[in-house]
Every structure is written in C-alpha cells, then in structure tokens.
T-cell receptor
C-alpha cells in the first residue's frame, strides 16, 4: 500500500518557539493532505485540508496563523506550530490520498508527538 | 453538522469472544465509510465500504454498511489479545474524512 512518512515522530520544544512537522507521500502524488490533532483517548480532529499549490482550508476554531500549513509539492506538506505553548502539546497526524478524496482510503503518517515545555 | 458516532465507547472482553462495534453517521455527500485500527501511533486501514449490504471480510474481521439506516458494523470473531486497540470509523463526505469517537477494545487473556 501507499506510504506516508511523517517527521519527526517526537519533538520537545520550549514555549514560544516554532516547530515544523513534515508529511511526505513516498510512492504516490498526494493532491490532498489532511492534518489532524489527537488528544489522549480521543479521536482524530481534523485541523485543516491542504491542497497542493493553494491555501489550506482550516476547520472552524483552528487558528490559521498559529498552525501554518504549506503544500508546496505533490509529495510534501508541512505543518508549522508557531509560538508553541504547553496547550499545543498533542499528537499530530497527517494523512494523504492520491485522488483528491474520491473514494479512496486515507494513508496515515506515523504521527508526531509534540511536547511543549 | 456532519457527525459520526461510535458505540460502545469502550469494551472489555475475553479471548475467544466475538465483538460487534457500531458506527452511525450523518454526513452530507457521503462517499465511503472506512474502518481503522489504532494501537499506539498512526491508524492502520481495515476496510472501506461504499455499497450497502456487501460484507467485507479479512480473516476474523468483517464489516458491512447500511446506507439506508446510515450505519456500519465491524465484527471481530475469536478475539485475541492483539486485537486490543482503538477502532476508528471514518466517513468520507465531500472532500474530507470525519472520524468517530472511536471504540476502545481491550481483550483479556
């Protein structure tokens, strides 16, 4: 099956700094990538939908200036958590599909556990 | 507002038991329903269902979709401790996937 690689898998950063998380599709072109956040023992909450070459579509309540998403190529999307605070600590997962969401499974990255101290 | 609801929220069974996990949805522009298993990290894909009444099967796991009543079930027979995980149901509606709350399954030896 298709492979999505997410990096880093774990990061600890100081409050006020920014952290960049990368999501790459390794063997297919991902026209659409999704970024999720997952709190302990909760489900995946969609943060934003990233389309190659255009601005991301953010879900209600997600601060676009805080969670910067860039989808510069068909194989790479990045999520930058700017001026991170302890409440941003969470598990972030990306997923990608190669056909613009048309009846295809979503392939997930390994996830990034962010801890802000 | 689109929503996906799973039940039960958690379940504890013994090895060998059969379990049925439920997923109901209200999603506009329904395209497909997907089941995932999540252990420690990223969810792993189990099934994708697009048509009503057609059972999908993989080993001890099976799933079926009812598009009239807007629900799906995931069955696991002869459960094993390795089945312990969170099972997520997601519905692809329009351009995005909406995830349910998940069912946390624990299988005791």
């Amino acid at each position: 099956g298709a492979v999505v690689s997410q990096h880093p898998s774990r990061v600890i950063c100081k409050s006020g700094t920014s952290v960049k998380i990368e999501c790459r599709s390794l063997d297919f072109q991902a026209t659409t990538m999704f970024w999720y956040r997952q709190f302990p023992k909760q489900s995946l909450m969609l943060m934003a939908t990233s389309n190659e070459g255009s601005k991301a579509t953010y879900e209600q309540g997600v601060e676009k200036d805080k969670f910067l998403i860039n989808h510069a190529s068909l194989t790479l999307s990045t999520l930058t958590v700017t001026s991170a605070h302890p409440e941003d600590s969470s598990f972030y997962i990306c997923s990608a599909d190669g056909r613009g969401g048309m009846n295809t499974e979503a392939f997930f990255g390994q996830g990034t556990r962010l801890t802000v101290v | 507002e689109d929503k996906v609801v799973q039940s039960p929220l958690s379940l504890v069974v013994h090895e060998g038991d059969t379990v049925t996990l439920n997923c109901s949805y209200e999603v506009t522009n329904f395209r497909s329903l997907l089941w995932y298993k999540q252990e420690k990290k990223a969810p792993t894909f189990l099934f994708m269902l697009t048509s009503s009444g057609i059972e999908k099967k993989s080993g001890r796991l099976s799933s079926i979709l009812d598009k009239k009543e807007l629900f799906s079930i995931l069955n696991i027979t002869a459960t094993q401790t390795g089945d312990s995980a969170v099972y997520l149901c997601a519905v692809l509606g329009g351009y995005k996937y909406i995830f349910g709350t998940g069912t946390r399954l624990k299988v005791l030896a």
